[in-house]
């Protein structure tokens, strides 16, 4: 089952992986994300340059200490995070450096670019509604109706300590003001039909078991649930139906698999030609299907099992960036109004 991360490699592999003689074209990676097709989807850009990808794989929280234990003496050039949020620690500590490049300025939407040239995003990943057909017949249309008391007692979702629920209220509070968007936590709690708990296939899995009617998720791990087997999920992903939030409005909340290049960057030349390889139509298309998710490009359809899902109007407002903005007023409304 693919993840989000993956074991760091061995000491003894991290050391073979960088000591390459000094002529040899490489590009150093750092990533919290590992799909199968990404290792493809590098090894085509080897071939197309020459230039090889040597890759440390953890969980981007590790990725970030790294980094600032490494210091001026870090090998890597690339940092690959499956969420801005995340993005903005690494930004934060100091390990970013800027970049100029044309071409991922005119490939990527702007809002799915740093305001300060720091990342940019490479895939997107909607956090959608989902709900039993058979017990639902006119489910929520957009995020604000999750507070409405009419869904009292119906909606799984997971603990507030989770990035994805963090980016969410903070883009509820770009929206709306703090005010509002305090209201609305305080709304969709109440209407819990349990304490949060699990992660998104859990909720998914909630739905699937009857004990709740409406389920937040990200919109792949429900495609997980129909391409592979995935317990609890998989024998009644039939009986579920999504909503794409916000479709007459703003468009559904949308977070980003992201790069970077980081501040040593020894092989910095080469770190570009390969964030510009990532945003050509070809390598959008493999890296958005390796965990399900729509390209960051416009214009381009998501994966083959994306496309189970249809397409949809991503918020075009709502700056990305504003979610590492308003993450701190995010994490202390949830705090205040007891979603743990
Ligand atoms: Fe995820």
Redesign the pocket.
């Known amino acids: 089952m693919p993840r ?1 991360y993956t074991r760091p490699l061995t000491a003894a592999a991290a050391l073979f992986a960088f000591v390459a003689p000094a002529f040899a074209q490489e590009v150093n990676l750092y990533s919290s994300r590992h799909y199968e097709s990404d290792d493809a989807l590098y090894a085509k850009f080897t071939e197309e340059t020459g230039i090889t990808v040597n890759r440390i794989e953890a969980k981007a929280d590790e990725l970030i200490a790294r980094l600032e234990a490494e210091g001026d003496n870090s090998p890597a050039d690339v940092l690959i995070t ?2 801005v949020g995340v993005m903005d620690r690494a930004e934060s500590a100091g390990v970013l450096q800027p970049f100029d490049s044309a071409t991922i300025e005119e490939r990527i939407p702007e809002r799915f670019q740093s305001p300060d040239n720091l990342w940019f995003g490479l895939a997107q ?1 909607a956090r959608i509604i989902f709900y039993a057909k058979d017990r639902v017949e006119n489910p929520p249309q957009t995020y604000e109706e999750l507070a409405d008391p009419k869904w009292d007692d119906t909606i799984c979702i997971r603990s507030s300590s989770n990035i ?1 629920n963090q980016s969410l209220l903070a883009s509820v509070i770009e929206v709306h003001g703090e005010d509002v968007a305090k209201d609305w936590a305080a709304g969709v709690l109440e209407n819990m039909a349990r304490a949060p708990q699990g ?2 296939t859990d909720q998914l899995r909630g739905l699937v078991s009857g004990e709740c009617d409406v389920a937040v998720s ?1 919109h ?2 429900y495609v997980r649930g129909y391409a592979g087997q995935v317990d609890g999920l998989t024998e009644g992903v039939d009986d579920l139906a999504w909503v794409w939030p916000n479709q007459d409005g703003r468009g559904t909340h949308v977070n980003l698999t992201t790069a970077a290049l980081t501040a040593n960057a020894p092989n910095e030349e080469n770190a570009m030609k390969f964030l510009e390889f990532l945003v050509s139509d070809t390598a959008q298309q493999m890296f958005a299907s390796g ?1 399900h998710e729509y390209p960051a490009v416009e214009g381009l359809s998501g994966a083959e099992t994306t496309e189970r899902l249809g397409d949809f109007k991503a918020d075009g407002t709502t700056p990305t960036a504003a979610f590492s903005r308003n993450a701190a007023k995010a994490q202390a409304i949830f705090n205040q109004v007891g979603w743990d």
């Open positions: 989000s499956v969420d990943r994805y992660g998104d990200n792949y791990y965990n």
